[in-house]
């Protein structure tokens, strides 16, 4: 069978999957749609959080990031993971206790202010449009890359079978899809890693072999990667941050992505699922469970993966000559086909040299050698679509790595969908525009808003704005700055009131998005920026990505401010805050819906 | 900002309530204190302190930022669910 075959047939079985649990979840009530009747299992639910989770981003791009980024890099890796903590112990239990339906609906409770709820729901529908355009894409990627059809066909089977479960089933259809998205994307990374883990240290289980020997040399794996890749002029792999400003960066950039996480919407309202508070806080630990499976994975096939590269192109070792360009491998014919990979023969040797041509003090070597410039662009996001080909894997593998991308784009798509499509029929059809609404009128309204956010997705994922690769500033940014503090001030303190509340997010929000505008540009218009985006040009020092966790402060502050500058909050919302953080009750509470 | 000890307002169990709430900000502080120390500290700030301790062809702080930090807190999240889940119990706080 040829690879083709085996790639359609392995993305027409999952999709069948798909579909076909869509048929057994459909949602009859407004319960199921917007948290599958509160009866998921916190495994089940743990396992749906980390598909929910674990985007486009998590599976193609995070180990590329790690292979060419080395130590600095970890950031992701501590900061996607440690979010987790602080939705155990801050905020899941005590949102499932609330028992609503969404984000934005505790805001507006808690802090008894329409205002507070409106902006609750902007900042949600503007994160998670961003984020989801990204998912989009990445499908048409997938699609276009492993089964030849063009970007915009891909793009619509994608989101017709998304629009199919989702609509059908809500909350309910997703949870169960986003299980088995979980099982096939674990799998697919997994797989590949355990083969290139075994090939190069002999250890199957890649998290260990990344600090274990390399077979080959007989020197540790790291050890062997930071000798190599200083070889070719690059800084070493495992290397300190030189100065303060690049670890108050780090430091920084870390806490914005674990509050970031904290704060994302279509990640909470997945522990509105689950039936109790103490099943919120277990689902909390089971969902970094399966999450860790492929974290600790990753950056085992990031080192693996950019040792692999260099000894392909420098068969013979960094000091003798390169791969001939004519004697390539397989697997670069064909990542060239799709432009992510590219070779331009600069010093016409018919050889390809990789080095770093931006090092002053490698120049003198690249010179003698003959070297006039780095001749390979390696796009980092192939890395991991292309292991198992640089691993001379069977086409199977390949195959199933093609669905495994598929379902993480689509399983986070979903979940995004669902926290858009649940901002628009709850907290503004019910919410303010028609509180009337029957049960029957809102689960309708509810499923056109859902198909209405698939539609505008699809369409903005066919045409990206110009901002498509900034979602993870935008997205984090947005969630860190405004809505992670809103929600923790709103369980931990009694004192802040609407006002309190509604400044803290406004000063958030707008102090983080003018930050980003003026070092990415306005609105990410191309030339309206002010300032470069590095460490030393940037406004304060700090590059925008990392701008989300001085957002919070300022949030933190201008509440708290206000909110002692003002009148102290009703008896009644003293009253809800107490029994949010009782979790007796929590059956009752879900009984009313 | 918790607030811990402005006067309860629920009337009839509010000082049971009082307790077993300062109780659980106590277990939260305790285990961010180790959140940020194994991520932040071990992982960034502390890592060229760190430095001379080898593991695995590379320093602990890197092994920290890359592996460390995940597992604990794995480990956290379990520990605070357990200990939560037997402190509502104990206060007569938990779901039937």
Known sequence: MDQYTLNLLFVGATFALYIGIAVWARAGSTSEFYAAGRGVHPVTNGMATAADWMSAASFISMAGLIAFGGYINSSFLMGWTGGYVLLALLLAPYLRKFGKFTVPEFIG??????????????????????????????????????????????????????????????????????????????????????????????????????????????????????????????????????????????????????????????????????????????????ALVFIALLYLTAPAVGAMARLNIIDTIYPKGTS???????????????????????FEDKNGDGRIQMYNDKSKSFAATAEERGWKGSELKVNRDILVLANPEIASLPGWVIALVAAGGLAAALSTAAGLLLAISSAVSHDLIKGSINPNISEKGELLAARISMA?????????GLNPPGFAAQTVALAFGIAAASIFPALMMGIFSKRINNKGAVAGMLTGLIFTLVYIFLHKGWLFIPGTASFPDTIAGSLFGIKSTAIGSIGAILNFAAAYLVSTMTEDTPDEIKELVESVRIPKGAGAATAEH | MTDTNSPNTTGGGGDKNQAYWSANVRMIIVSLIIWAFVSFGCGILLRPLLADIKV?????????????????????????????????????????
């Open chain 1, 109 to 286: 409770d808690r802090f008894y202010s329409p205002t507070a709820r409106i902006i609750a729901v902007i900042c949600l529908i503007v994160a998670s449009v961003t984020y989801v355009i990204g998912q989009m894409t990445g499908v048409g990627v997938a699609f276009s890359r492993f089964l030849e059809v063009n970007n915009t066909l891909g793009l619509m089977i994608g989101a017709g079978v998304v629009f199919f479960y989702a609509v059908l089933g809500g909350m309910k259809g997703v949870t169960y899809t986003q299980v088995a998205q979980y099982c096939v994307l674990i799998t697919a990374y997994t797989i590949p890693a355990i083969f290139i883990s075994l090939q190069l240290t002999g250890n199957p289980i890649p998290a260990l072999g990344l600090f274990g020997d390399h077979v080959e040399s007989g020197t540790a794996l790291l050890t062997r990667l930071d000798q190599v890749v200083t070889e070719l002029g690059f800084k070493e792999y495992t290397a300190q941050n030189g100065d303060p400003s690049s670890v108050i960066n780090m430091v920084l950039f870390t806490f914005s992505l674990m509050i970031g996480t904290a704060g994302l919407p279509h990640v909470i309202i997945r522990f509105f699922t689950v039936p109790k508070v103490s099943d919120a806080r277990w689902s909390a630990g089971w």
């Open chain 1, 452 to 460: 209405v956010a698939i539609a505008v997705a699809t369409y903005l």
């Open chain 1, 320 to 342: 003798q000559e390169s791969l001939a360009y004519e004697a390539r491998p397989d697997w670069m014919k064909n990542w060239e086909v799709t432009g992510l990979l590219k």
């Open chain 2, 56 to 96: 695995g062809g590379t320093d602990l702080g890197f092994w920290f930022a890359q592996q460390g930090s995940i597992l604990v807190f794995l480990f956290l999240i379990f520990f605070y669910a357990w200990r939560m889940n037997k402190l509502d119990r104990e206060h007569g706080v938990d779901e039937e």
